[in-house]
C-alpha cells in the first residue's frame, strides 16, 4: 500500500462528503487506502456516510466517540497501512490533477519523507491561493529549512497539502 488518505469526519453535509470521497477515487496510478474516522457524527448522517461508502472498496471506516479533530487524525494514522499519509478534510476535494500528474510521481515516493504542496480555496467560481510555500518548490531541504519554515513561516502548521 503506497498511500493511506485519512479523513476525520464530524457532521459534514453529505453532498459535500461524496463530494470529497469522489474526487479521491478520481486518483489514478497508485495504490490507496480510504481511512474514515467518524469522529461522533449524528446517527442519521452516520447511516448516510455508511450506505454512500458501501459503493467503494478499500475504504477503512472507524466510528469514535467525539474527540476532536486531531484524535481523529491520531487514530486514522495509527491504522494506516500506507507508505505515505495523506490528511483530507470531509468538506474539501482534492485536485486530482495534481495528485496524478505532481505529487504520484515515481521518482518521490520512497525518496522524501514528506511532501509539499499549495492549498488553495474556491469560493464559487474565484480559485485563491490560500496558503504558498515560501522556500522554492521543487528541490531537496535539509531538516533545518523544514523546520525554519514551520517556525518562522507558518507554513507547516496544518496538516492539509502534505504526504507524510
Do not use: W
Not at 67 to 83: D, F, H, P, Y
Not at 106 to 130: I, M
Not at 150 to 159: E, Q
Request: proline share 2%; glycine share 6%.
Amino acid at each position: 500500500m503506497e498511500l493511506s488518505i485519512v479523513i476525520p469526519l464530524y457532521n459534514t453535509d453529505v453532498p459535500q462528503f461524496k463530494k470529497c470521497v469522489e474526487s479521491i477515487y478520481m486518483i489514478e496510478g497508485i495504490s490507496f487506502e480510504l481511512i474514515i474516522i467518524n469522529d461522533g457524527s449524528h446517527e442519521d448522517l452516520s447511516r448516510d456516510y455508511e450506505n454512500f461508502l458501501s459503493q467503494y472498496c478499500n475504504v477503512v471506516y472507524k466510528k469514535i466517540s467525539n474527540s476532536g479533530v486531531s484524535n481523529a487524525r491520531n487514530q486514522g494514522i495509527l491504522i494506516s497501512k500506507g507508505e505515505y499519509i495523506l490528511f483530507v478534510d470531509s468538506d474539501d476535494t482534492i485536485d486530482y490533477d495534481v495528485i496524478n500528474n505532481q505529487v504520484i510521481n515515481r521518482d518521490l515516493l520512497g525518496k522524501y519523507d514528506l511532501v509539499c504542496g499549495d492549498s488553495f480555496s474556491c469560493n464559487g467560481e474565484n480559485l485563491n491561493l490560500k496558503r504558498e510555500l515560501s522556500f522554492p518548490k521543487c528541490g531537496e531541504f535539509s531538516y533545518r529549512d523544514v523546520l525554519r519554515d514551520m517556525f518562522y513561516n507558518d507554513n507547516f502548521l496544518a496538516p492539509f497539502a502534505k504526504f507524510i
